[in-house]
């Protein structure tokens, strides 16, 4: 577990998350890492999306479950990749294939209007705008947040990427599953 305690006295960001599991019992996966990460200091879970489960990206492999998450954290960008690969790393995430299957994958999406690029790290993710599993979770809890490399609202994006000819994302969601208190949608959010 990294040691943040020293950053908790700056200003607190908001980032965004996702979150899949396509191996053990995912839900089950999903939410632990919520609490996990919720009870990391320096990170508070303000909002989540509910759970979809959606057809598999890439090879052959059973189908995930997604969602999406929006935390509050007083770490670096670079701490927070830390902690979600120490927590992928918990929840037995091995990484055998290329867009294999895993227990948990933990994405770093958005980080407040952030765009980083180094070695380890890419802010915003690169490939969420073309993800109809992650922009759609998105969409439910930040539907305003600006995409600072398009510069479009994840709203928009998504609605984009559904309208695209040819676009079959809109078919990749067979279900949505929701638990009591989601989605948590946070009206006071500037995003
Ligand atoms: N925004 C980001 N979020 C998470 N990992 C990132 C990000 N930018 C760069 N990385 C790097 O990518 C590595 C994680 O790759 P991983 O194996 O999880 O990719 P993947 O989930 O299979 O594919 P994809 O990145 O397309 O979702 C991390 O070790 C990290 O250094
Ligand atoms: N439906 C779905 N497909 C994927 C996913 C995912 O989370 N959901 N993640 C991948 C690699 O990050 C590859 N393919």
């Not at 996702?18 to 990391?40: C, H």
């Not at 294939?97 to 999406?109: A, C, I, Q, S, V």
Request: with cysteine.
């Amino acid at each position: 577990m990294v040691d943040h305690t020293e950053k908790l006295d700056t200003e607190p960001m908001l980032s965004a998350i996702a979150l899949g599991s396509n191996l053990g019992d995912s839900l089950v996966i999903l939410e632990s890492a919520l609490k996990n990460l919720d009870q990391t200091p320096g990170i508070t879970v303000k909002a989540k999306s509910s759970w979809y489960q959606t057809a598999p990206v890439g090879p052959p492999q059973p189908d995930y479950l997604n969602g999406c998450a929006i935390l509050e954290v007083q770490l670096t960008p670079e701490e927070l990749l830390e902690t979600l690969l120490g927590i992928e790393r918990q929840f037995g995430r091995v990484r055998l294939e290329h867009w294999g299957p895993r227990t948990l994958d933990l994405d770093l999406l958005l980080f407040d209007q952030l765009i980083l690029e180094s070695p380890t790290l890419q802010i915003p993710h690169p490939r969420m705008t073309q993800r109809d599993f992650v922009l759609r979770p998105l969409a439910e809890i930040a539907p305003h947040w600006i995409e600072p490399v398009s510069g479009m609202a994840i709203a928009q994006l998504l609605e984009q990427l559904n309208s695209a000819e040819g676009n079959r994302s809109n078919s990749d969601i067979t279900e949505q599953y929701f638990d009591g208190d989601s989605p948590q949608l946070k009206s006071e959010y500037k995003y």
